[in-house]
């Protein structure tokens, strides 16, 4: 049974020979009105503010999705950057390891090409020395000995680089 403020102000009751007195009663009914109105508007409210606290925590929900997507989306981002900084740092290792080992092969290649120059021109020079040797010994047989023999086998045997 719903009540208005006006229906209860507009009751009416039969008159009985024994009973309330109409003023009291028509005091209470309006006493009861009032409160009744007072109850209908505090719950109007109570309906607008609940209206509005629901349209705030819709807003809420919809900016916490936002966030959740934004969290999201960034977390595949740098899920992305991540991936390709590791690809792109194994890239580089591994070009700087191929460098590292052709330094090592030129090193090692420029130490034999060294040894082996050292030794051809060690050739050369025994050569030489030994063809200046014996230019010397022909000269020195053709009866010219001038006292060059410091120039001698002698003093060049056992000496190495």
């Not at 003023?23 to 409160?35: K, M, N, P, W």
């Not at 899920?79 to 390709?84: D, G, I, L, S």
């Not at 591994?94 to 120059?117: F, M, N, T, Y």
Request: glycine share 4%; net charge negative.
């Amino acid at each position: 049974m719903k009540l208005t403020p006006k229906e209860v102000r507009e009751k009416s009751f039969n008159v009985v020979p024994i009973g309330y007195s109409r003023g009291a009663v028509r005091a209470f009914l309006e006493e009861v009105a009032d409160f009744l109105k007072e109850v209908i508007r505090e719950n109007h409210q109570l309906k607008d503010e609940l209206s509005r606290k629901d349209r705030e925590i819709e807003e809420l929900r919809k900016e916490a999705r936002a966030f959740r997507e934004a969290l999201r989306r960034l977390d595949e981002f740098s899920e992305t950057v991540k991936a390709q900084a590791e690809a792109e740092a194994k890239k580089i290792v591994e070009e700087a390891e191929r460098e590292a080992r052709l330094i090592e092969e030129d090193i090692e290649r420029l130490w034999k090409l060294r040894e082996k120059l050292r030794l051809d021109l060690r050739a050369l020079l025994l050569s030489y020395l030994e063809h200046l040797e014996e230019s010397l010994r022909v000269r020195g047989g053709e009866g010219t000995s001038q006292g060059n023999d410091s120039l001698g086998p002698s003093s060049t045997e056992g000496q190495e680089d």
